[in-house]
């Protein structure tokens, strides 16, 4: 449907009064004037353009206790998310054609936002990454072991990277050194335990043999959910076709804070000390850190609820992500501009998508929000499967619209678009 959209509108860096017009699912104006047609008012709320989270684990195939594509895209829709890109550690991992064409046609018919898929590098399919390239946005290193991960040797990288620049797409890369690792395995029995198995020398060694590894200044690399002072330190003058991404849980969280179920907060890399914390505050401020990520990786309670050693790592994010720094803005803590920058603009021209900023001639994906409606996150509320929040009780403004290619996809409580609404992008 064609129609125009009146408000306080994100436009070239300020709020405007406007009207943004949409035809065929794209934004084809924005003016000053009213234009004849259907036509919505959002009155005090303002339009932002909605978010895209390039690292979410939806566990589909494979693991549906977990999460499916279909609950995580409602999560995610909920959260003001209009695409996400999944990654290969599903059943089976996604590190052939055939399980990326089947992952596809499969999620096709589940997702309520955009998707693109990311293929798995591993030390046997290397010479595939052309291949394979028609069939994902992108690629996933892991250079550290991590839940059902697929693990890259350090001998290989180079060659898998070389590969992937000539295949024209993004390498994502989860940055800790697996030798590193190994040296400080232990048994864990806490938070303290698990950063003191995962200093932060693992992330760092990690980042600059990936940062060695770079085969030319075309070759796109993203260093994934970056944890660490030391870390940041090592990519302080790296090159710009280098992003690096941060996740909410490691910048409003550290391990002295986090006493109780201590096991909820398991994640790789591990949350760290308050020094980290604030470096990847200033990382982010500075514009060292581009990207905000949630690497949304559910557990149902069950997993969580046993000794530490045994849970599994990973903590649920997407639906957070964008009205947790929402509420930051609010607070001071960063500007919209930059948050726009780590969460809209900059992920959209990383993985070549017309998304990510209102601006004519791209998708119609924005949010309408009221910036003075802080709430309490709810795990009771959201709408994932695995029914908890590492943020319970923190600060959030959740969008009221989400709108993706101009089409309504939620409102405050329900979903108004069906299962498979959502498109694969960035192939
Ligand atoms: O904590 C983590 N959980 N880190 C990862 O790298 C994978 C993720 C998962 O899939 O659970
Ligand atoms: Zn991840």
């Known amino acids: 449907m064609d129609f125009t959209v009146e408000g306080k509108i994100y436009h070239k860096g300020s709020f405007e009064e406007a009207y943004l017009s949409i035809r065929q699912g794209k934004i084809a104006a924005i003016k000053k004037t009213m234009t004849s047609g259907s036509h919505l008012t959002v009155g005090s709320q303002v339009i932002l353009p909605a978010g895209i989270d390039c690292h979410v684990h939806f566990r589909d195939p494979g693991f549906p206790k ?46 309520y936002v955009d998707f693109g898929l990311l293929a798995g590098v591993n030390d046997e399919n290397i010479s595939m990454l052309p291949e394979l390239s028609a069939y994902c946005s992108g690629f ?74 770079i085969p030319s200044p075309s070759s796109l690399v993203h260093i994934c959910h970056l944890s660490s002072r030391d870390g940041l330190e090592a990519l302080r003058t790296r090159p710009n076709n280098i992003s690096v991404g941060v996740t909410p849980h490691h910048l409003f969280f550290d391990a002295p804070m986090l006493q109780k179920n201590q096991t909820f907060y398991k994640v790789n890399p591990p949350i760290r000390s308050s020094f980290d914390k604030e470096a990847l505050w ?36 997407v639906e957070t992500l964008y009205p947790l720094m929402l509420a930051a803005v609010i607070k001071g803590q960063l500007t919209l501009d930059t948050l726009l920058w780590m969460l809209c603009e900059r992920p959209a021209q990383l993985l070549h998508l017309p998304k990510g900023k209102l601006e004519v001639g791209r998708d119609a994906d924005f ?61």
């Open 66 to 111: 977990k999460e499916d594509f279909s609950t995580g895209s409602a999560a995610a829709a909920f959260g003001g998310i209009s695409c996400v890109f999944d990654m290969p550690n599903t059943q089976p991992q996604t590190t052939s054609v055939r399980a990326l064409l089947e992952k596809t046609q499969r999620v096709t018919q589940k997702s």
């Open 140 to 213: 996933k290193i892991f250079l550290g072991s991590s839940t059902n991960t697929l693990h890259l040797n350090l001998q290989n990288l180079h060659r898998a990277l070389v590969e992937a620049e000539q295949a024209k797409k993004i390498t994502f890369v989860h940055a800790e050194d697996e030798l590193c690792l190994k040296k400080h395995q232990a048994t864990e029995q806490s938070l303290v335990d698990h950063l003191r198995c995962r200093p932060a020398r693992c992330e760092e060694e990690a980042i600059r043999t990936v940062l060695k590894n």
């Open 282 to 317: 200033n990382g982010m401020n500075t514009h060292l850190i581009d990207i905000l990520e949630s690497d949304h990786a559910p557990h149902t309670l069950e997993e969580k609820n046993v000794d530490f050693d045994s849970a599994p790592s990973g903590v649920p994010g």
């Open 367 to 427: 949010i309408v929000v009221d910036m003075k409606k802080t709430q309490m996150i709810s795990g009771e509320n959201l709408h994932s499967k695995c029914g908890w929040t590492p943020f319970e009780g923190y600060p959030a403004i959740f969008p009221s619209l989400l709108f993706i290619r101009g089409e309504q996809v939620i409102d405050d409580h329900q979903l108004l678009v069906k299962q498979g609404f959502g498109a694969s992008v960035g192939v």
